[in-house]
Nanobody, 119 residues
Framework: VQLQASGGGLVQAGGSLRLSCAHS????????MGWFRQAPGKEREFVAG????????LYSDSVKGRFTISRDNTKATVYLQMNSLKPEDTAVYYC?????????????WGQGTQVTVSS
């Protein structure tokens, strides 16, 4: 299984970005997916999760109402739409396969994509 994250970049505060994570391998639709982030000097933290059908989602309090996770099982891709971005959202964002809010509940991880929000 390989996960390829993309879509990061530099954006001003208040702007938007959409991250994508392409899943290679079989049975994408059988697994939940999630996004985590890690800022310099901080631990990796949960951002959002989506179950295998897309019918259930989870968000951290810090992004609820601003970020939206979605998936397209026909394209084996999960997305993270990030709106109203803040400087504190600056981090490397990782996609992962699993379900829950704890990083130990996710077995496979992508390489990360950098998101930088300027004030």
């Amino acid at each position: 299984v390989q996960l390829q994250a993309s879509g990061g970049g530099l954006v001003q505060a208040g702007g938007s970005l959409r991250l994508s994570c392409a899943h290679s391998g079989r049975f994408f639709s059988a697994y939940g997916m999630g996004w985590f982030r890690q800022a310099p000097g901080k631990e990796r933290e949960f951002v959002a999760g989506i179950n295998r059908s897309g019918g259930s989602t989870l968000y951290s309090d810090s992004v609820k109402g601003r970020f939206t996770i979605s998936r397209d099982n026909t394209k084996a891709t999960v997305y993270l739409q990030m709106n109203s971005l803040k400087p504190e959202d600056t981090a490397v964002y990782y996609c992962a396969r699993g379900w829950g809010t704890n990083r130990h509940q996710f077995r496979y991880w992508g390489q990360g994509t950098q998101v930088t929000v300027s004030s």
